[in-house]
């Protein structure tokens, strides 16, 4: 009797640990914002990092494209500016005009990763990735970060996220860096 009272235990508990793996933090999705071009999050908590087109005086910058902020989900869901840090080390953006409406986009924490900020066909501009080693809208970064430290992050995945421009399917693209 001992032995099934042992046995259930272990699996009771064997079960509440394998749901808690299953079950993935559920993160807000930014909405309402015609700005928008893509957003970025990352674990551990469900703080936001959105990608939009920057005007000054309302006229399109083009000596600094995009501009990056936090929507703090943890507290209030309030905008909050990155740190100096955060925009020059970890989470900013580099920009390089190529062309009229044509610009390289870089993080300053990865450079390898290219994005552009081209004009559609629509007059709107998008921010285009290759995903999967085609070109798509990006839409989303989800970071998974297991540990580290905060200058040297430990990086599980990188997940990206787009549409196919023609086909407007959903495409994603899970990488280990």
Known sequence: MAIKKNLLIIFIFCCIRLTGFAQEKTF??????????????????????????????????TENPVQSFWLR??????????????????????????????????FVSYKKYKMYLRMGNDNKFYVYAKINQHPAILTSIFIKINGGSFWSPNIEYVEISGVEPNSRSIVKERVKI
Do not use: M
């Open 28 to 61: 807000p999705i930014p909405k309402g914002n015609t700005k928008q071009l893509f957003y970025l999050q990352r674990t551990p908590n469900t703080n936001t990092i959105v990608y939009e087109l920057n005007f000054k005086d309302g006229i399109f910058d």
């Open 73 to 106: 989900y943890q507290e209030h869901g309030q905008r909050e500016e990155l740190s100096y840090i955060q925009r020059k080390f970890a989470y900013g953006l580099k920009s390089r005009k190529i062309s009229e409406n044509n610009y390289e986009l870089n």
